[in-house]
């Protein structure tokens, strides 16, 4: 791919529909391993409005990124039903569920998981070029948000070129590019110092205030937890709701 960055073609995304609700209802999860089974959550409820910005908290092992695992359709529930916007995804076909998750769906993981042999800029389009979108397009889109995030000057960075706060933005970045209607964001702010998290955190909370997109970071940060106007807590198998 060149590095050179050309000029935008197209500000708009693709999917752009606001956030999106989610409805959780009767959730268990299982892990199964060695023949020994890990009960995670057990008939655990949980209901986001579309354009909610939500903290999850919780011990370790708590069940934190399994929720957002499920919620971003990685993973399946053993049983127990989630519900897009009312639709019950989880019965559609792989390819519609592989094309919603492609498209409407944002990850933030706490190891930015960048791919260590291309750029910045390769690294955010890479999710557009995945989706099948031109690579003009997706190269607008990345070096928008680039920009948008900071970058701007180092877009041809490779990962191992960058700071840990920056290539946690390249992360939120490449989340971003195709404009998900939810944000999942597992402990975003983790390996950062507290300045940059917060620098980090209100990127998130921009642009859940901007665009409407439905926000959920998990977060053992209580001072992160706190600027979220929703918080949810992981305990015993369920989910319970510790504000508003
Ligand atoms: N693939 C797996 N197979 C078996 N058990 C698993 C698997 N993934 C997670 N677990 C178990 O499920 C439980 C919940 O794990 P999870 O990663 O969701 O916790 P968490 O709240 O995110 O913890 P942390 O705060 O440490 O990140 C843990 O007890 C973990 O050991
Ligand atoms: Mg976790």
């Not at 195709?178 to 944000?183: G, H, I």
Request: net charge negative; aromatic share 4%; hydrophobic share 40%.
């Amino acid at each position: 791919m060149p590095e050179q960055v050309e000029p935008m073609v197209q500000e708009q995304a693709p999917s752009s529909g606001g956030g999106l609700a989610i409805s959780v209802g009767g959730l268990c999860k299982d892990y199964l391993l060695d023949g020994r089974r890990i009960a995670v959550f057990r008939d655990a409820n949980l209901e986001l409005s579309a354009g909610d910005s939500v903290a999850v908290v919780g011990r370790s092992g708590s069940g934190k990124s399994t929720l957002l695992h499920l919620l971003g359709l990685l993973d399946r529930p053993t049983s127990g039903s989630i519900l897009y916007d009312a639709r019950p995804l989880l019965d559609c076909r792989e390819d519609e569920v592989e094309e919603f998750r492609c498209r409407q769906v944002g990850f933030v993981f706490q190891f930015h998981h960048l791919l260590p042999e291309f750029t910045a800029l390769e690294n955010v389009m890479m999710p557009a070029v995945i989706a099948g979108e031109s690579m003009n397009w997706a190269r607008a889109r990345a070096s928008s948000l680039l920009e948008r995030v900071g970058l701007v000057d180092r877009v041809a960075h490779a990962p191992g070129e960058l700071s840990g706060g920056e290539q946690q933005r390249v992360a939120i970045a490449r989340a971003l590019v195709m404009s998900p209607r939810v944000v999942l964001a597992d402990e975003p702010t983790g390996n950062l110092d507290p300045a940059t998290g917060e620098q980090v955190l209100d990127l998130l909370l921009g642009l859940n205030d901007e665009l409407g997109t439905t926000l959920v970071v998990a977060t053992h940060n209580q001072h992160i937890a706190e600027r979220l106007p929703r918080c949810l807590r992981i305990a015993e198998q369920r989910i319970e709701e510790v504000r508003p």
